[in-house]
């Protein structure tokens, strides 16, 4: 599933079930220096979208936490480092 194909209305539906990278996603990876790509979130489990989704990313401490997370996540389930920013 491609964004640009769908409606926003569909769109909003597809980023609410973590199909497609939500906005606050988006913000966190802008925080963390971590370019995401399509493919590699659709890879994720969809357990681990959500701690993405649900996991704190403010303080110094939590960037660090969630950026060594998500790391370890896309080369767990990409079988490579995601690109940083």
Known sequence: M???????????????ALILLPRSIRDKLDKVAIKLHLAEWQAL???DR????????????EIEAYRDHL???VE????K???RL
């Open 45 to 47: 489990p969809m357990p």
């Open 71 to 73: 790391t370890a996540l």
């Open 50 to 61: 959500g701690w993405l989704r649900d996991s704190p990313c403010e303080s110094d401490e």
């Open 2 to 16: 491609k964004p640009k194909d769908l409606s926003p209305e569909e769109q909003r539906a597809a980023e609410d």
């Open 81 to 83: 480092s995601p690109d």
């Open 76 to 79: 767990t389930h990409c079988g």
